[in-house]
């Protein structure tokens, strides 16, 4: 699985990317991955959820790929759902690092 990851906007303006391979990783942490991945039922999310403009405001793109199957979400951090929240939390601090 692999997961690309961008996030825009705020109040700087800054863009922060990351991308994940899990093959790359411990056994362990690659499961980790996948639970926040299935946890907020990525896959089922629509390509683009309400992307809500408006100063400072945070948008991402994520993509994951894995096996056969290849989807994009792009969502503004006021339209991202609660399902989603644990996956993008964590993909911004690794961008940070």
Known sequence: MQIQF?????FMGLRLQTAVHADDLPAEEAAEWEQMVNSARFFDL???LELE???DRLFYKITVIKAEEEHTVLCSD???P????PLLDR???LARQ
């Open 46 to 48: 629509p390509s683009n």
């Open 78 to 80: 006021a339209a991202a």
């Open 91 to 93: 993909l911004t601090a």
């Open 6 to 10: 961008e996030r825009s906007g705020g």
């Open 82 to 85: 609660e399902s989603l929240r």
């Open 53 to 55: 403009s408006g100063a």
